[in-house]
């Protein structure tokens, strides 16, 4: 018995038009122009008509190919016909590079010994990104697994697209590794997706061991029971590829719109509201009125865009790292008007940090003192937080004291200039600012030196500060080192 959607000679060229449509359709930012697939089948998948489709299906992309991306045919005859048109796009899409919906995914927690990692990491990145671009028989794909340190094991897999130049995939896994060494070098393992190459590492293996590159294509089918069956393999295929691409561009489209619906709510909220919604409270601040002053006072805290800062630290890159302290790493920036800054990034995750965070930006934002480091701007987007002082170039005392050959530099003038200066700090804190305000943690790592070698106390993280009429008070913890 005949099917009867043979009857429809013209529903058939359509449902087999748009699937080539929807078959040809690439990983760019070029949209298909229409498609409507009816799911429900009035055919037996044994009948005749269904292997007329399947042969017709099967045979639409190579002749497409040969006869200059234009291709028809029907197969079969009568009501068991099958016809079949396939039109490839004339705008040009394959063999560009598209980054478009990147996607950067890391591992928060971080390596033991991030100074020996970086290097060793950005190392094999490259390799494997050499290998894959320059190497035809690796099909742009390449895997290793080496130790780190004699002991540590360490996976990469870096991949293109096949209808990239060599040149073109090495560009764009230069761009990935850049990535990943702005954002996520010292972490334990992270990943850059995008829509002409990925590149991925971890401490754990996530590929399938064997040697690096794609798997061979099958042999040409021998007779044509096969070739029927591997077309019908070849279709699924390609059905459930073409699903899996479109749920995962609703799901990066969801994703960049919420992302900007974030951006715009948090544009819209002032640096005060931003601080009080963070999830911590201060305990160290007593409930004083911090924004203080007279009634209807404003005194605006110093925010800056997550972007400015990044743009100024070349995306917190390596050679701008000036080191790592307890709640975050600290690079140096310059922005755009020449002006020097130092950025402290808060380690995403850290509540503890978070509380730090906060007291420091409302008690440095509050506080005005020559021999007290000076606050410029802070902050907060989405999971960062970054808090960005004044560029204190001969870095911190104890980077001399520690240091037999730069302690000469400290000449008895300079140490009574230094020793004055904290001492005339201190005096403002406890007796002439503000807020009566205790440090906690004092130290000669905490002591930056200026182009003058002027000290100037910083890290108010672990501050406490008092009411006018108060001075002491009781603490449940051990502060300070």
């Not at 055919?43 to 234009?70: E, H, Q």
């Not at 307890?326 to 850290?350: H, P, W």
């Amino acid at each position: 018995m005949a099917p009867s959607i043979s009857t429809n000679p013209l529903l058939s060229l359509l449902f087999t038009f748009l699937l080539s449509l929807s078959i040809f359709h690439p990983l760019t930012t070029a949209q298909s122009l229409y498609q409507k697939c009816q799911t429900a089948l009035d055919y037996t998948s044994n009948s005749t008509y269904a292997s007329n489709l399947n042969t017709l299906l099967a045979s639409l992309p190579s002749n497409a190919s040969r006869n200059d991306g234009f291709y028809n045919t029907t197969v079969g005859t009568n009501q068991d016909s099958v016809y079949g048109l396939v039109l490839c796009r004339g705008d040009r899409f394959f063999s560009l590079i598209e980054d478009a919906g990147k996607i950067t995914l890391y591992n928060a927690a971080s390596i033991n010994n991030p100074t020996q990692f970086v290097p060793f990491l950005k190392d094999l990145l490259s390799n494997l990104s050499n290998r894959a671009a320059n190497d035809p028989s690796l099909g742009m794909f390449a895997t290793e697994k080496t130790k780190f340190m004699g002991s540590r094991d360490v996976y990469g897999l870096v991949q293109c697209t096949r209808d990239l130049s060599m040149n073109d995939c090495s560009r764009c896994l230069e761009g990935a590794v850049g990535d990943v060494m702005g954002c996520c070098s010292s972490d334990i393992g992270a990943r850059v997706l995008t829509t002409s190459c990925t590149l991925r590492f971890e401490l754990y293996p996530f590929y399938t061991a064997s040697d690096s590159g794609p798997t061979p294509a099958p042999p040409n089918p021998t007779s044509k029971g096969k070739k029927g069956k591997r077309s019908w393999v070849v279709s699924i295929g390609f059905a459930v590829t073409f699903v899996g691409l479109v749920l995962l561009g609703c799901c990066i489209f969801h994703l960049l719109r919420r992302r900007r619906k974030l951006q715009e709510a948090r544009k819209q909220q002032s640096p005060h509201a931003l601080l009080n919604n963070l999830d911590v409270t201060s305990t160290d601040l007593l409930n004083i009125d911090i924004y203080g002053g007279s009634p209807g006072e404003n005194h605006e805290l110093p925010f800056i865009d997550f972007g400015t800062i990044q743009h100024s630290t070349n995306n917190f890159s390596f050679e701008n790292k000036l080191g790592q302290g307890g709640f975050g790493a600290v690079y140096k920036g310059v922005l755009a008007d020449g002006k020097e800054i130092a950025v402290k990034r808060l380690s995403i995750g850290s509540s503890q940090g978070l509380k730090e965070f906060k007291n420091e930006v409302i008690l440095i934002s509050k506080l005005q003192h020559k021999n007290l480091v000076r606050l410029v701007f802070f902050c907060m987007e989405k999971e960062e937080k970054l808090l960005i002082y004044e560029y204190m170039p001969n870095k911190s005392l104890d980077f001399f004291l520690f240091d037999q050959i730069k302690r000469a530099r400290l000449t008895w003038r300079i140490r009574y200039n230094i020793v004055n200066g904290i001492a005339r700090g201190l005096l403002y804190l406890h007796e002439d600012s503000c807020l009566k305000v205790i440090h906690r943690d004092l130290k000669a790592s905490n002591v930056l030196l200026d182009y003058e070698m002027n000290p100037k106390i910083s890290d108010f993280g672990l501050a406490r500060a008092f009411r006018e009429n108060h001075s002491e008070a009781n603490t449940n913890k051990v502060i300070g080192t």
